[in-house]
């Protein structure tokens, strides 16, 4: 399970005195066990694709924290965020295309916005970028 790859990952972090690889996996992690309480308090299983929803979302994060950086000019810290967006983006399956996005749109019956959207949500957790799924729903 990618959980238990993630929690090696962070040990191999604290063994190497790695610090952005343990910051962000670390977060990831947290946030991971947060949602796993929810969930059983929910009678609702915990699985991979909730992790790479907190990856993804985690990343999207760092995106706007080292956007805040840029802003300010502070070098040290837009380095030290790339290097975390490095870390976790190995966690990620590879990313459907625009034309497999594409391809895939065109066989939904249904080719509404949020009908896309759910299937996508539903059958492609992590592998794809929900806001470029928006904005492809949105030409046809």
């Known amino acids: 399970m990618l959980i ?29 066990k947060l949602l ?3 969930n059983k308090a929910n009678n609702k299983e915990f699985n991979d694709n909730d992790v790479l929803q907190i990856i993804q ?7 706007d924290e080292k956007q805040g950086y840029i802003k300010v000019n502070n070098q040290e810290r837009v380095e030290s965020i790339a290097r975390q967006e490095a ?14 996005i594409r391809k895939e749109i065109e ?7 949020p009908n896309i959207m759910k299937h996508f949500k539903t059958n ?5 970028d929900m806001s470029l799924v928006n904005k492809i729903a949105r030409e046809n």
Do not use: C
């Open 124 to 128: 492609y957790t992590g592998r794809v």
């Open 57 to 63: 979302k985690s990343l999207k994060e760092l995106a």
């Open 87 to 100: 870390v976790i983006k190995k966690y990620l399956p590879a990313q459907l295309s625009e034309d497999e």
């Open 36 to 38: 796993e309480v929810e």
């Open 4 to 32: 238990d790859e993630l929690k090696k990952a962070n040990i191999e972090a604290m063994k190497n005195k790695d610090k952005d690889a343990r910051t962000i996996i670390s977060v990831v992690l947290s946030k991971a």
């Open 107 to 113: 066989t939904l019956e249904d080719k509404s916005i």
